[in-house]
């Protein structure tokens, strides 16, 4: 981005209205709606742009429509890669269906590598007036003496290669929104810890030339095994993906649970490795084709840090454990967190006294519970229960020959259910989302 001038290079110490730490999608949403509220926004990343991030880059309808709703045009001659739905295959059997037509939600995903993508949602941002600094390295919160909030950052330039200039630079606002992944570092400094009773999640992922790069349908595969203590098989809670990029590869990575007691104990590469190498030869999945490292990140789920508001820091997206907890997806959810939380910072500012503000603020914990926490409830409890291998054989042995159960459930873990009326599935879905507690 910077060639294009559109990142400017930061003063020692810089003011806003608002600063949003991290240029993921969470950050980058939050930042343009910001924007298009009409305040001042601060957007720091530690990295430059375009830059990779380890993601299946595949995109459900809930993401799509959020880049709907944020004005992100996707044509196909753009590079953006259309897909039908989800193929399904474990227990000897291929499922393939497709997203649910529903008027809540487009009846397509799409597929875009996370170098593209985050660039894309950044250069949106500063197009509706937000000020992006690259290379800036947050290390630590600026903190009111008087209130303990916070009420700027700290940080240090970082060069192209990554290593420190030296420079010392400090950005102040009465409001800072952490949305800088699942490490957080800025949470840490404000002493937000992550709860240890959620589910936390590890992926690894890595691209090879392939004739599938061109696939019309996401592949889930839900058979990943490895070794227990006693050398014995074990299915993992999880599952393999294989998305078409179609730019000749193919993205294919894997998510683990931890809820499973080979969590921790596993090298994830080597399963990985092992599963590529059972797949067809002429699908060219081996070591020769293999475009970069097999790289891991972790998965922070069901809201595993909290509160999302205090003290004069917000958080979304990752920073505030959005990943949900059925099928470990996060763009749709950093995203959502990013345009729920620009509303009520929106109403916020539009106070004319702190105390209003502050209370207009205090709201956002609520809000975030009211979308996704009664759901995000269920999910923890999905993600336990599959932590047992005994289940997760029989969910695949007896759940993958009932289409209509599969059709279901897939709605369920993409969280794609019309919120008023729908079918009578939808309904229960929405009612059991209601009545789950939302902590």
Same mark, same amino acid.
């Given at each position: 981005?910077?060639?294009? !001038? +559109? ?15 991290? =240029? ?14 009409g ?44 897909n ?5 295959i474990?227990?000897?059997?291929? +499922?393939?269906l *497709? ?6 939600f ?10 593209d ?27 009111? *003496?008087?209130? #303990? ?9 970082m060069?192209?290669?990554? &290593? ?5 630079l ?5 409001l ?8 957080? &570092? ?24 392939? @004739?599938?790069?061109?696939? *019309? ?13 006693? #050398? ?17 590869t193919?993205?294919i990575g894997?998510?683990?649970? !931890? ?10 590469k ?6 590529? =190498? ?8 081996? *070591? ?6 097999? &790289?891991?990140?972790?998965l @922070? ?22 990943? !949900? ?22 109403? =916020?500012? =539009? ?64 969280n ?5 009326? #729908?079918?009578? #599935? ?7 989302? &209601? ?5």
């Open positions: 981005m910077s060639q294009h !001038n +559109l990142s400017s290079s930061p003063a020692a110490s810089e003011s806003a209205d608002v600063i949003v730490v991290g =240029a993921g999608p969470g950050g980058s949403a939050t930042a343009a709606y910001l924007a298009m509220a305040l001042d926004v601060l957007l720091l990343e530690k990295t430059s742009f375009p830059r990779e991030k380890v993601c299946g880059d595949g995109l459900t309808p809930r993401a799509v429509r959020e880049l709907i709703t944020l004005g992100i045009p996707t044509p196909e001659d753009e590079g953006w890669i259309k039908k739905g989800l193929r399904i474990g227990g000897g059997m291929r +499922l393939q *497709d997203w649910p037509d529903l008027s809540s487009p009846p397509y995903g799409l597929v875009r590598t996370r170098q993508f985050d660039d894309i949602l950044a250069k949106h941002a500063v197009k509706h007036g937000a000020r992006l600094h690259e290379r800036v390295n947050v290390t630590g919160a600026v903190r009111s *003496d008087a209130t #303990g909030h916070i009420i700027g950052v700290t940080a240090k330039e060069d192209e290669s990554g &290593r420190a200039t030296g420079k010392q400090r950005f102040d606002a009465p800072v929104i952490a949305a800088d992944g699942n490490s957080s &570092r800025l949470s840490l400094a404000m002493d937000r810890q992550k709860r240890e009773d959620r589910p936390m999640g590890v992926a690894v992922r890595t691209y090879y030339t392939s @004739p599938r790069h061109d696939d *019309d349908y996401l592949e889930s595969w839900l058979e990943l095994w490895s070794k227990d203590d006693e #050398g014995k098989d074990v299915l993992l809670p999880g599952y393999g993906w294989i998305f078409g990029v179609g730019d000749g193919s993205n894997l998510g683990i649970l !931890n809820t499973s007691s080979a969590f921790g104990k596993t090298d994830y080597d399963v990985m490795k092992r599963w590529v =190498a059972t797949m067809p030869q002429e699908w060219t999945y081996n *070591d020769e084709t293999m475009v970069g490292d097999i &790289r891991g990140a972790a @922070p789920m069901g809201f595993n840090r909290q509160p999302h508001y205090a003290d004069g820091l917000l958080l979304v997206g990752d920073a505030g454990g959005m990943v !949900n907890p059925f099928n470990g997806e996060g763009i749709a959810y950093a995203m959502e967190s990013g345009r729920l939380a620009a509303e009520v910072v929106a109403q =916020a500012f =539009a106070r004319t006294d702190d105390a209003g503000r502050e209370r207009v603020l205090q709201s956002y914990p609520g809000v975030m519970k009211d979308a996704l926490g009664g759901y995000y409830t269920l999910g923890r409890g999905f993600a336990k229960m599959i932590g047992h291998p005994e289940i997760m054989k029989l969910a695949v042995k007896y759940g993958l020959p009932r289409e209509t159960m599969m059709k279901y459930l897939l709605k369920v873990m993409a794609l259910s019309e919120p008023h009326g #729908g079918s009578a #599935g939808d309904r229960l879905l929405n009612a059991l989302s &209601r009545i789950a507690p939302a902590a």
